[in-house]
């Protein structure tokens, strides 16, 4: 197989590029990384969230060229089935696929007014939830529903899947707007961040030198 090749968005800020990293190291596929510059304009759209549709991730691997994190999950656990990023029982399967769905097309509001920042944390006196409590109370209960039946520590059982790729910028954005939780998403969170790639992306992330971007005065 030829060398496969991501391309990415900003790490301090692109929530999308984040999803499809940790698919990539889910699966073990060695990736070489490429990183699109902030002031490109299809990446500034995107972390500026003036485009619901853009080319950045993009996974090229063995004349293949999957754009946008759900084909590029569904491509790799065609390739590589053992790791698991999708569940194994068919009901398990359509569950997940579901909540992927769920975090890819909607929670607009959150994403308006909480947008990615690794390195950012918010002022005090910030409340988030007063604009976005249902998008919250909705993923809460979510990941609570996957939690209960699975028993943890990830969202369908005992190894991070699709699922926890894509709600992984979740985790971020709550810890970035001190976004209080339960204790079982508390411990979920926990999980999400200790496991070694987002501990990877995250260092990464602290020291990534960009330009500030307009959003990041509306904390």
């Not at 699109?36 to 090229?60: G, K």
């Not at 929670?107 to 002022?123: D, K």
């Not at 699975?150 to 954005?173: E, I, T, W």
Request: with cysteine; aromatic share 8%; hydrophobic share 45%.
């Amino acid at each position: 197989m030829s060398e496969a090749k991501l391309v990415i968005g900003s790490k301090n800020y692109s929530s999308w590029s984040l999803r499809a990293w940790l698919m990539t190291r889910m699966a073990g596929l060695d990736v070489v990384e490429e990183t699109v510059p902030l002031d490109d304009v299809a990446h500034r759209a995107e972390i500026l969230l003036l485009s619901p549709s853009i080319l950045v991730p993009s996974l090229t691997h063995d004349g293949v060229k999957v754009w946008d994190p759900l084909a590029i999950g569904e491509y790799l656990n065609e390739l590589f089935p053992d790791a698991g990023l999708l569940p194994a029982g068919g009901r398990e399967r359509a569950r997940c696929r579901s909540i992927c769905c769920e975090i890819h097309a909607g929670f607009n509001r959150l994403r308006s007014a909480c947008p990615m920042n690794i390195r950012g944390r918010i002022p005090a006196g910030y409340d988030p939830r007063v604009v976005v409590e249902n998008d919250i109370e909705r993923i809460l209960a979510i990941w609570r529903e996957c939690l209960t039946a699975s028993g943890g520590p990830f969202l369908f059982g005992d190894r991070p899947n699709m699922a926890d790729a894509m709600y992984a910028p979740v985790v971020l954005r709550f810890q970035t707007y001190n976004v209080r939780v339960d204790r079982q998403c508390q411990a979920y969170c926990d999980t999400v961040l200790a496991m070694p790639a987002m501990r990877d992306w995250i260092a990464a992330a602290m020291n990534e030198v960009e330009e500030e971007l307009e959003f990041e005065g509306e904390f």
